[in-house]
Structure formats: structure tokens, C-alpha cells
């Protein structure tokens, strides 16, 4: 049986196939390479096109013996959902429709899906369990929110069973150092930090100083990549077990604050960053920290890799000895 992982040369993606990869799992990787790479695809069989092709989908389940899906192909970047919404809905949601109606065809019933603590909003109660209330400030937390809801139905109307991983800032990159973060254009607080240091990007711009926090600036849980990676494995694990559908926050129980994210990057770097203020962002709750007790409970999970230095030390192996990431 093989695994189909869509979004599979992208960030996190790449890190769960090469886990896969290494158990001696048989992986098929689909991936549109808007934000993929195929250096990143660690040996797996990889199928470039849009998880919204049904034929396309047709033709990888016909030819090959695929049990399940991890889905991380989504558009995930918060300013941009609010600006353009449209973009969100139809790639997030309705092409994640296509894909499980295909599945439905195939008779493949088991999912993981990669979703988000965007679904929250901004949260009531810190650290944010499960059950805590959805209420997204934004198109992308909805989006993510509107597949939890459809996956939670198709089990009763169909039987497919999936699970649901709701983590927030993904980080670091994979301690061999072979893979890595490489978005082009890049979003994501650390790799722009580091960018800074590596005297490719002239200044990082702080989006809010006035936030409700101790140091005013946001708060967010960063979990490392290859912990989220193994958790999307014992997904697999739990579902091929048997398990119903069921959602798992995946966070290290803290947050740190976006100065906090500076002052840790100088340390590793030995480099002075530059930073500016800037406006908050539309869309953008103050703190965000995800409690994984029932992830470490159900699954047995738990970050392997939970200190924010040594996160930003696997991102900087990574970036410091790929300087244009993946390209040369």
C-alpha cells in the first residue's frame, strides 16, 4: 500500500515524506510547485499537478495501490487570505472537495489532514485545547475550519475516516540538514530573521508593537517540523489502527513572542538584526499557544525538539548552507 501526500515537496509536507521514506513506506508525492521543490522530495515517486485535477487524481489511484492521504496542500499565508479570499476558498476548500470525491471513487477512506490553530482566533483561554471555541479572524483559519467541519461528515455519510492536526508556526528545518524551509516570497517570522542575518533581506519589519502581550509584540507556539512530520506519522499509525475520526492540536505548550524570536536569532547568528516597526496585520490574533495533551495521551506524541534556540539552530543549518534554498 502506498501513501499519496499532496503539498509533498513543500515545507512541512517534505519533512512527513521523508519520514515516510525512511520507515519504508511506498509514497507518492503530488505537488503543484507553487511552493514546492522536487530536490525536496527524499526518493519518492513524485506527480506534478493541481490535488483539484480529478483525472489527474484518477490516473495516480489507478496506478497505484493507495491506502490514505495526507493532505498539505493549502495556500496559508493570513494577510494575503484577507486580501484575497477567493484564492483561499477555492484552493483550500473546494479543490480538497474534488480530491475527496475521487478518494470516495477509489474506495480510499483514511485522511490526514494538515490544518491550523488559525481555526481558534483569537483564543479565550491559554493554552488553547481542542474544544475551545472556533471563531477565525480570518479567510485562511475559516477555510481550514470549513474541512475539519466536511471531514467530521464524511465519516458519517461515508465512512472515510480522518485526523486533524491544528498547529500554528511550523519551524526549523530537518537536522540532516537536507531539507529545509524555502518559500519564495517567504512569510514566516524565523526564515525572514534569518535572511537579515545573512545580509540577503536589509531589515525585518515587526508587525505590531502595541499588542496586548508582556513585550508588545505577538505571541505564537513554535512547534519544529519534524515533530509535526512524526505526529502526521502516528496519525497514519492511528487511523490504520482503526481509529475514528478525531482533531489534535500539535503545539509545545509555550509560546514565545516575536522579540523573544529576534533576540534568540542574534544569539545563534552572532548577528545583529535589523528591525523595524510596522502596522499590525489585519487578521492577526495576539497570542496563540496550542496545549497537545491529547495529542501526547491518544497518539503518544510529544516535540522531540521544543526549545526555541534549538529550532532556530536547525533553521539556520539550513539556511546558512542554502543560501538561495533549493535553487543553486
Known sequence: MAVLVTGGLGYVGSHAVKMLMERGES?????????????ASS?????????????LLRKIFSNHTIDSVMHFAAFADVGESVADPQKYYITNVSKSLAMLEVMLEFGIKMMIFSSSAATFGEPTQIPIPEDHPKDPTNPYGRSKLMLEEILKEYEHAYGLRSISFRYFNASGADPSGLIGEDHKPEHHIIPLVLEVAMGRREKFSMFGTDWPTPDGTCIRDYVHVTDLARAHVLGLDALRNGKGTAVYNLGNGSGYSNRQVIATAEEVTGKKINVVDAPRRPGDPAVLVASSKKAVEELGWSPKYPDLKTIIETAWNWHSNHPNGYGK
Not at 507518492?28 to 521543490?37: E, R, S, Y
Not at 526518493?43 to 483525472?55: F, L, M, Q, W
Request: hydrophobic content about 40%; glycine content about 16%; proline content about 0%.
Open 43 to 55: 526518493g519518492s515517486e513524485i506527480v506534478i499537478g493541481d490535488i483539484g485535477d480529478k483525472e
Open 27 to 39: 509514497v507518492v508525492t503530488l505537488d503543484d510547485l507553487v511552493f514546492g521543490h522536487t530536490e
